[in-house]
């Protein structure tokens, strides 16, 4: 009983630390939605080519003899059937009675298939399907292949290109799965909504009562966020439900007057209230209630849910209180580089052995670099690194490298050191690309550097040199490490933040200027009333995507209708909607009216690509109905505040969202986006200047002017011309003081 009231203290304490605290009342008896309705566990079959699972070294030899495949199993599924179908090309100078490939499950030995010298067909393939355990199956798998390789029993060196195995690209894991019918748990959270085991893109439907209002529509985005900032690669997508029943994994949204009909006999609630149960028509489809008296205390619940999470239990939890969550400060979204002081790389890893390689041909050190899209680099050559790194002896005289790539480009390389694995440090630079003209496109050509408006990769590949001890022998690879030391820092503290804009380049593909604070509390998004499941799927679809970006909910995004009454100093804002959605609900001379003008503008201008006349107001509108399925992205300056943006997210129709989410979710098609407008079809994505550059930032009055006038050299001679001369009248002045004033003192002397 006294193990019992402390367990509890020490939950209501922590919770407290956090800023709320669960409710102790007894809950209502809701056991009839634990389980649903009984029926067959459902199995799903899955086909995972080896290249979908990241499979990228295929070759095997004497030395890299070893190649593995990594799959993950999620929480609520159990494997029923695995198969392994792969195939392989070997060499033809392999022995065959010595030779063979193994293949490890989990580290336990499936089967070895030999090698055939008898083949009178050079280069033939060998097609297998081998029969996996599926007991054996764990949360994280691997398969392991493995060649022992033999052209010479007399005279063996493994290092001879004589010996390889090639697996084939159309390799794949067949999996039968049957669903499990998880217990409703809080524990588990955000599973089995999201489940880090699966690296698929995160679906998740979000269902409400009715057509949402703007608190709904909040407490929606920030949820989305959130589940985005927890899938981060792998992309989350929300389909949007009206009143229907969940039959998968869901999110459902009500109130105590508001429920959808397979909820209306549930209880209601005093508090916000987050609950886990299963879906009445299908128990193995969990359902996360987020419940509140008002469509206010939705925000509540979410709130308190994406922040207090971990220290939840059982099957539902109550917020009895939210402590005021501080502003996120400017560039401090959790997945940057800090723009204040240098950074670790301890502070990128994702678990333990990230900064270690094993082997000679070790798996390389990889590192995610996402920055603040408006750091200014003019004229900057990179941005420094202090690399602290240590190896096993090397041979003397023989050359072990160390290269430094950047987005899979070499940028520098250093040789490795016999000193007995002391740490070295060195400094080096990371070049950048220049981001001065937003509109240049880079797809005919390759660049090496980082891309400040996207995520970049960093690798460290440690590669030792061979030790030759004969004409036909070597000796084996084995014990190799390399290890770049957390303590290795990237500092970008020194930079100034100033971009030109409007750059769509930096808002598809790092969200800016609206990621600038994580929480998004300087921004607002304005659409519909009355918008449509698909509008409301893009705007969740675009949050999300802001949180896989800045790894944070945006729970302070203001979301607001078509009012009169609408402020829009000192906010950046994201208009959702069709080209003429507003204009019925717009008064004359009102913030919004100029707002939608000034898209509208925009709008024609990419349709039209600047050749309209905008008197013809009543063409263009007839013109813009007649559009097919034709989606258009825009940036323009606030016209309430020359440091502000507007971003608008225009559909022609209903179905042309889905255009607008594909080209945010797409990698190919987000790096397709820039300049000032895209218009995007089912064709492609095509971009278009439709407004002029202004910049946004602060830099020295004299880096500015320099800046500026840079790529006008005339106009630069005559300034520094014009300054030469207003000095040297300066010191003339000064000079002539000077001397009627000795002058004077010689008079009175």
Same mark, same amino acid.
């Not at 060499?91 to 490939?101: T, W």
């Not at 009627?740 to 009175?748: A, I, V, Y």
């Given at each position: 009983?006294?193990?019992?009231?402390?367990?509890?203290?020490?939950?209501?304490?922590?919770?407290?630390?956090?800023?709320?605290?669960?409710?102790?009342?007894?809950?209502?008896?809701?056991?009839?939605?634990?389980?649903?309705?009984?029926?067959?566990?459902?199995?799903?079959?899955?086909?995972?080519?080896?290249?979908?699972?990241?499979?990228?070294?295929?070759?095997?030899?004497?030395?890299?003899?070893?190649?593995?495949?990594?799959?993950?199993?999620?929480?609520?599924?159990?494997?029923?059937?695995?198969?392994?179908?792969?195939?392989?090309?070997?060499?033809?100078?392999?022995?065959?009675?010595?030779?063979?490939?193994?293949?490890?499950?989990?580290?336990?030995?499936?089967?070895?298939?030999?090698?055939?010298?008898?083949?009178?067909?050079?280069?033939?393939?060998?097609?297998?399907?081998?029969?996996?355990?599926?007991?054996?199956?764990?949360?994280?798998?691997?398969?392991?292949?493995?060649?022992?390789?033999?052209?010479?029993?007399?005279?063996?060196?493994?290092?001879?290109?004589?010996?390889?195995?090639?697996?084939?690209?159309?390799?794949?894991?067949?999996?039968?799965?049957?669903?499990?019918?998880?217990?409703?748990?809080?524990?588990?959270?955000?599973?089995?909504?999201?489940?880090?085991?699966?690296?698929?893109?995160?679906?998740?439907?979000?269902?409400?009562?009715?057509?949402?209002?703007?608190?709904?529509?909040?407490?929606?985005?920030?949820?989305?966020?959130?589940?985005?900032?927890?899938?981060?690669?792998?992309?989350?997508?929300?389909?949007?439900?009206?009143?229907?029943?969940?039959?998968?994994?869901?999110?459902?949204?009500?109130?105590?007057?508001?429920?959808?009909?397979?909820?209306?006999?549930?209880?209601?609630?005093?508090?916000?209230?987050?609950?886990?149960?299963?879906?009445?028509?299908?128990?193995?489809?969990?359902?996360?209630?987020?419940?509140?008296?008002?469509?206010?205390?939705?925000?509540?619940?979410?709130?308190?849910?994406?922040?207090?999470?971990?220290?939840?239990?059982?099957?539902?939890?109550?917020?009895?209180?939210?402590?005021?969550?501080?502003?996120?400060?400017?560039?401090?979204?959790?997945?940057?580089?800090?723009?204040?002081?240098?950074?670790?790389?301890?502070?990128?890893?994702?678990?333990?052995?990230?900064?270690?390689?094993?082997?000679?041909?070790?798996?390389?050190?990889?590192?995610?670099?996402?920055?603040?899209?408006?750091?200014?680099?003019?004229?900057?050559? /990179?941005?420094?690194?202090?690399?602290?790194?240590?190896?096993?002896?090397?041979?003397?005289?023989?050359?072990?490298?160390?290269?430094?790539?950047?987005?899979?480009?070499?940028?520098?390389?250093?040789?490795?050191?016999?000193?007995?694995?002391?740490?070295?440090?060195?400094?080096?630079?990371?070049?950048?690309?220049?981001?001065?003209?937003?509109?240049?496109?880079?797809?005919?050509?390759?660049?090496?550097?980082?891309?400040?408006?996207?995520?970049?990769?960093?690798?460290?590949?440690?590669?030792?040199?061979?030790?030759?001890?004969?004409?036909?022998?070597?000796?084996?690879?084995?014990?190799?490490?390399?290890?770049?030391?957390?303590?290795?820092?990237?500092?970008?503290?020194?930079?100034?933040?100033?971009?030109?804009?409007?750059?769509?380049?930096?808002?598809?593909?790092?969200?800016?200027?609206?990621?600038?604070?994580?929480?998004?509390?300087?921004?607002?998004?304005?659409?519909?009333?009355?918008?449509?499941?698909?509008?409301?799927?893009?705007?969740?679809?675009?949050?999300?995507?802001?949180?896989?970006?800045?790894?944070?909910?945006?729970?302070?995004?203001?979301?607001?209708?078509?009012?009169?009454?609408?402020?829009?100093?000192?906010?950046?804002?994201?208009?959702?909607?069709?080209?003429?959605?507003?204009?019925?609900?717009?008064?004359?001379?009102?913030?919004?009216?100029?707002?939608?003008?000034?898209?509208?503008?925009?709008?024609?201008?990419?349709?039209?690509?600047?050749?309209?006349?905008?008197?013809?107001?009543?063409?263009?509108?007839?013109?813009?109905?007649?559009?097919?399925?034709?989606?258009?992205?825009? /940036?323009?300056?606030?016209?309430?505040?020359?440091?502000?943006?507007?971003?608008?997210?225009?559909?022609?129709?209903?179905?042309?969202?889905?255009?607008?989410?594909?080209?945010?979710?797409?990698?190919?098609?987000?790096?397709?986006?820039?300049?000032?407008?895209?218009?995007?079809?089912?064709?492609?994505?095509?971009?278009?200047?439709?407004?002029?550059?202004?910049?946004?930032?602060?830099?020295?009055?004299?880096?500015?002017?320099?800046?500026?006038?840079?790529?006008?050299?005339?106009?630069?001679?005559?300034?520094?011309?014009?300054?030469?001369?207003?000095?040297?009248?300066?010191?003339?002045?000064?000079?002539?003081?000077?001397?009627?004033?000795?002058?004077?003192?010689?008079?009175?002397?």
């Amino acid at each position: 009983m006294m193990k019992s009231l402390l367990t509890l203290l020490l939950a209501v304490g922590a919770l407290s630390l956090s800023g709320w605290a669960m409710s102790a009342e007894p809950l209502p008896d809701k056991s009839i939605f634990d389980d649903g309705y009984p029926e067959s566990a459902p199995v799903e079959s899955l086909t995972l080519s080896f290249e979908q699972l990241g499979l990228s070294k295929f070759k095997l030899d004497g030395v890299s003899s070893n190649t593995r495949v990594e799959f993950t199993n999620r929480l609520d599924r159990l494997g029923k059937k695995l198969t392994l179908n792969f195939s392989y090309t070997y060499s033809p100078s392999l022995i065959g009675r010595v030779s063979h490939l193994k293949i490890f499950f989990n580290e336990n030995l499936v089967t070895v298939l030999p090698i055939d010298d008898k083949n009178t067909v050079l280069g033939s393939v060998a097609e297998h399907s081998v029969a996996l355990n599926p007991k054996l199956i764990k949360d994280f798998n691997q398969v392991r292949f493995e060649l022992i390789g033999y052209y010479d029993l007399v005279c063996q060196d493994d290092y001879s290109k004589t010996i390889w195995a090639e697996i084939g690209k159309s390799s794949h894991i067949s999996i039968e799965r049957q669903s499990l019918a998880l217990e409703s748990l809080l524990e588990y959270f955000p599973a089995p909504f999201f489940d880090s085991r699966d690296y698929t893109k995160l679906t998740l439907p979000f269902i409400f009562s009715s057509q949402p209002d703007e608190p709904t529509l909040e407490a929606a985005a920030a949820l989305s966020s959130f589940f985005g900032a927890q899938a981060k690669w792998r992309k989350a997508q929300f389909p949007v439900h009206i009143n229907s029943t969940p039959t998968e994994h869901s999110v459902v949204f009500a109130t105590n007057d508001n429920k959808p009909d397979f909820l209306l006999n549930y209880p209601d609630v005093d508090k916000p209230t987050i609950e886990i149960i299963s879906s009445p028509t299908h128990r193995y489809a969990k359902v996360l209630l987020v419940l509140g008296k008002n469509t206010e205390q939705l925000k509540e619940a979410v709130v308190g849910l994406v922040f207090g999470y971990k220290v939840m239990t059982g099957r539902s939890a109550t917020v009895d209180a939210i402590a005021s969550l501080p502003l996120r400060k400017a560039y401090d979204a959790p997945l940057w580089v800090r723009s204040d002081r240098a950074v670790s790389f301890d502070e990128f890893i994702e678990y333990p052995t990230q900064l270690q390689s094993q082997g000679f041909r070790g798996q390389p050190v990889r590192l995610d670099l996402r920055f603040a899209p408006d750091l200014f680099t003019w004229r900057e050559n /990179g941005i420094p690194i202090t690399l602290n790194y240590r190896n096993t002896p090397v041979e003397h005289g023989m050359l072990s490298r160390l290269n430094m790539l950047i987005n899979g480009k070499f940028v520098d390389g250093f040789i490795l050191e016999n000193d007995h694995g002391k740490t070295i440090t060195t400094q080096t630079l990371l070049p950048l690309l220049s981001d001065i003209n937003p509109s240049q496109s880079r797809q005919d050509f390759e660049l090496t550097g980082l891309d400040l408006t996207t995520n970049n990769q960093l690798t460290y590949d440690f590669n030792f040199a061979v030790v030759k001890t004969g004409e036909c022998s070597a000796i084996p690879a084995g014990g190799e490490f390399g290890a770049i030391d957390g303590s290795s820092t990237i500092d970008v503290s020194k930079f100034h933040h100033y971009i030109a804009l409007p750059n769509l380049r930096a808002f598809a593909s790092g969200g800016f200027p609206f990621t600038k604070y994580a929480d998004l509390h300087q921004s607002t998004l304005v659409m519909e009333a009355n918008s449509s499941t698909n509008a409301i799927s893009l705007l969740l679809n675009f949050t999300g995507h802001l949180g896989a970006i800045t790894g944070y909910p945006a729970h302070r995004l203001s979301i607001q209708f078509p009012s009169s009454q609408l402020d829009f100093a000192d906010k950046d804002i994201v208009i959702i909607g069709k080209p003429d959605s507003f204009l019925s609900s717009v008064a004359e001379n009102s913030s919004l009216s100029v707002l939608i003008d000034n898209n509208q503008r925009i709008v024609d201008q990419a349709i039209y690509n600047g050749a309209y006349d905008s008197t013809d107001a009543e063409k263009i509108k007839v013109n813009i109905r007649s559009l097919g399925r034709l989606a258009i992205i825009s /940036g323009f300056q606030s016209p309430f505040d020359s440091d502000r943006s507007v971003v608008s997210l225009i559909a022609t129709n209903d179905n042309a969202y889905s255009l607008l989410t594909d080209a945010l979710l797409d990698n190919a098609k987000t790096s397709q986006i820039m300049g000032s407008s895209a218009i995007i079809n089912n064709q492609g994505i095509k971009t278009i200047k439709t407004d002029d550059q202004y910049f946004v930032g602060h830099v020295p009055i004299h880096t500015l002017i320099w800046f500026h006038f840079s790529d006008q050299p005339l106009l630069l001679a005559i300034l520094s011309i014009l300054t030469l001369l207003l000095i040297s009248f300066m010191l003339w002045r000064l000079l002539m003081l000077l001397t009627k004033k000795r002058l004077s003192e010689g008079d009175k002397a």
